[in-house]
């Protein structure tokens, strides 16, 4: 994942300013129990024709699923190539992976609004229906093609509906890979139709040796630290380390820390300040949300009452989600954010 420019032709909401797009990362970091579970079903020559990659933003879900996509669109479901499903990054397919201009391969993502210019906060039914003519016209090596869909969670009601469609009429040597960051709220009938894998958060040695090849010119106490507060992501230790990330990640613990009595002078000031820094209110939202539902899990099998804050932690996934999309002012969504998980603190101890 090497240092890179920032001017991007493309916005690539997957991709993590500075830093190089999961489709030009050759490393793969601490999920060995997944890469093994994959490899062994497509060296097999019988792998399922949809997987559905689950885990928490930035552990390596679409890394791991463009290294499964340069394997097979390479060998196919043979044990022809290495057991880790690598490809040398010099290979042609990789290569063309890289430039994101393989045929036999389509990442379905949110899309640009032709009439606004402006990203959509959705996975659009337009475009998971370019999934039937990629599968029965497209070939890659060996007849095989590949679709990522970059996520699965971004699809509205109509995607899901069409995307079911191709998950239940799959063409021959033709693979789907779902990414998802909150699995449970797929349809049913998509999860059954797919391998699940499982990709974990990582420990924070992991996570600060990644950082110590990411980031070389980093004081040791400062990567340490962000290996801390990242929560097991690599994906969230970069947003860290980016700008006032730290900053924001410790306002977001403390909103948190102090929900029960919150000072409001302070979050005012807090509001202001992410509404005049570049992307402040999604880089904060991003590391509430974590925070809280860090603590969520914290408190899984005690006899906290947790039913009402997964309610709240899924309000606030709908509110900044709603702000972003929308461009809504940032500081109403920053205090009305305070103020539920305020609310709630009072009645539920977290």
């Known amino acids: 994942m090497a240092k890179r420019a920032r001017n991007e032709e493309i916005e690539e909401t997957d991709r993590i300013a500075g830093f190089s797009h999961p489709r030009e990362n050759f490393r793969l970091v601490g999920q060995g129990a997944a890469l093994a579970r994959a490899a062994r079903a497509i060296r097999s020559g019988k792998p399922p024709q949809g997987w559905l990659i689950a885990g928490p933003p930035g552990i390596g879900k679409a890394t791991l699923a463009y290294r499964i996509a340069r394997y097979m669109l390479k060998y196919g479901a043979r044990a022809d190539g290495p057991e880790d499903l690598s490809v040398p990054e010099k290979d042609p397919v990789s290569i063309q992976v890289t430039a994101n201009s393989h045929p036999g391969l389509l990442v379905l993502r949110r899309a640009v609004n032709p009439e606004t210019g402006r990203m959509m906060n959705v996975v659009s039914v337009d475009e998971v229906r370019k999934l039937s003519n990629f599968f029965h016209l497209t070939s890659g090596a060996g007849g095989w093609r590949v679709a990522i869909v970059d996520t699965a969670d971004d699809m509205n009601d109509a995607a899901a509906n069409a995307l079911l469609k191709a998950l239940e009429e799959p063409p021959a040597r033709a693979m789907l890979l779902l990414l998802s960051n909150r699995p449970g709220r797929l349809l049913p009938t998509i999860r059954s139709r797919c391998q699940r894998l499982d990709l974990r958060p990582l420990s924070e040695s992991e996570v600060e040796a990644e950082l110590r090849v990411l980031l070389p010119d980093m004081e040791k106490s400062e990567r340490a630290e962000l290996a801390k507060l990242s929560g097991g992501s690599i994906g969230a230790a970069l947003l860290l380390a980016d700008g006032d990330g730290l900053e924001l990640a410790e306002e977001a613990e403390r909103l948190i820390e102090n929900a029960s009595n919150p000072d409001f002078a302070a979050l005012y000031a807090l509001a202001e300040k992410i509404a005049r820094a570049t992307d402040g209110l999604e880089t904060f939202g991003h590391f509430l949300i974590e925070t809280l539902a ?3 899990r914290a408190k899984a099998g005690s006899d906290a009452p947790l039913k009402r804050w997964v309610e709240v ?38």
């Open 294 to 296: 860090a603590r969520i």
């Open 313 to 350: 932690w899924e309000k606030l996934n709908a509110s900044f989600a709603r702000a972003d999309a929308l461009h809504l002012e940032p500081r109403q969504t920053i205090l009305s954010a305070a103020h539920t998980i305020s609310q709630t603190a009072r009645r539920n101890a977290l």
